[in-house]
């Protein structure tokens, strides 16, 4: 073969390989979905809680985030990552999640996707009332104000395209068993058992998702109640709990409207053309850790890794907490919400879970 021959096919053999190297780069970076969009509770808040002067639960200081990477408190109730910001970037949308109520969000910001959610929050408007947080009901107001400028940045057409295909977390429920049943039974004048008062509740989920139907959202994925029971705050709310047991009780409640919720979404599904609608399970995940700590890497399950890990959140989790020397050792970080390493393993189960869902 000349020597002009072999740079010729030496040159095509290098192309075709880049390419075909280029074309498995970008499908491995390609983003699964568009956006992500994250509406609910303190489990999801990104930070919303900042802005609002009113709000009782905010996470603006230490030890909250003292895992990030700038080691800085910017509004997630944990010591890093929630699982917005994990999903997102598992989906190669982007690292992390900002609130939509943080100023100066960049264009690109806005078209990959933000956070809703608010720290106190719950489908009961009734729950919002001591913790002064956005309704889970009145979060498709900003979502409504993020339409329009999404449509400023990208046009109509492109902005429902990434709204119809985008992600959407919702998590809450937790906020309305703890502050309107069992710590603050205002609603158990009205509801004697709490099997109404799930009805009560799945009620107004399901209208907030024809809410969020009506406003071009898809793809839904909807947390289910984690085991309440075993929260540290509730162990500790039972006095005589000297040994700190999970409270049964709350755990079977927790069970019972999940299965209520595995049973509906499938309705809510079927009456929405095109909806494609999850079920996250948070309980299990959070009950074998429980159940098997050593499993996870876990040394402590029944109290939070700031300050005495029994009452501990919001703001009193703050610099004058002591805190656990190794935060991944603990599943909560404090009296109510999870460690980062905990979001992790949820979200290595979720991750699974709604690429399969999504394939489906």
């Known amino acids: 073969m000349s020597t002009s021959k072999t740079i010729t096919f030496t040159l095509f053999i290098a192309t075709t390989l880049f390419a ?4 498995a780069a970008n499908a491995t970076t390609k983003p699964l979905f568009p956006a992500i969009l994250i509406f609910g509770d303190s489990t999801v808040d990104t930070g919303n809680n900042n802005y609002p002067l009113t709000t009782v639960f905010r996470a603006t200081h230490l030890p909250y985030g003292i ?13 890093g990552k929630l699982i917005p910001d994990i999903l997102a970037a598992k989906f190669n949308i982007k690292q992390f999640v900002p609130p939509f109520l943080q100023p100066n969000l960049s264009d690109q910001e806005i078209v990959t996707g933000v956070c809703f959610a ?77 099997s109404g008062y799930h009805e ?6 399901d209208d907030f998702i024809g809410e969020l139907y009506s406003l071009g959202v ?12 075993c929260l540290p705050i509730q162990m500790t709310a039972k006095f005589r709990n000297i040994f700190r047991f999970c409270l049964e009780h709350e755990n079977s409640d927790s069970v019972v409207y999940n299965q209520k919720l595995q049973k509906l979404l499938p309705q809510i599904q079927a009456s929405h053309t095109g ?27 029944k109290r939070g890794c700031c300050g005495t890990g ?14 656990c020397p190794n935060h991944s050792e603990f599943l909560f970080f ?19 879970q709604i690429r399969g869902w999504i394939a489906a």
């Open 334 to 352: 404090d009296s109510i919400h999870p460690s980062e390493a905990t979001y992790n393993y949820i979200g290595d189960l979720l991750d699974t």
């Open 118 to 194: 608010s720290a106190g929050a719950g489908y009961d408007d009734q729950t919002s009332l001591s913790t002064q947080a956005i309704p889970v009901s009145e979060q498709p107001k900003m979502f409504r104000t993020y339409i329009a400028r999404l449509k400023s940045i990208v046009g109509d057409k492109k902005a429902m395209e990434i709204i119809n295909n985008a992600l959407v977390v919702i998590s809450a429920g937790t906020n309305d068993m703890i502050l309107n049943f069992y710590t603050i039974p205002t609603r158990r004048l009205e509801f004697p058992l709490i």
């Open 275 to 301: 909806s494609k609608i999850l079920y996250a399970d948070i309980y299990n995940p959070i009950f074998d850790m429980m159940q098997n700590p050593s499993k996870y890497g876990f040394t402590e399950t």
């Open 310 to 323: 029994f009452l501990e959140t919001s703001f009193m989790c703050n610099v004058f907490s002591p805190s």
């Open 200 to 205: 009560f509740i799945l009620k107004r989920l």
């Open 218 to 229: 898809r793809n839904i994925a909807i947390a289910g109640l984690p085991p309440i029971g």
């Open 20 to 23: 075909s190297c280029n074309a």
């Open 67 to 79: 895992d990030l990477p700038d080691h800085k408190a910017n509004g997630r109730f944990s010591n």
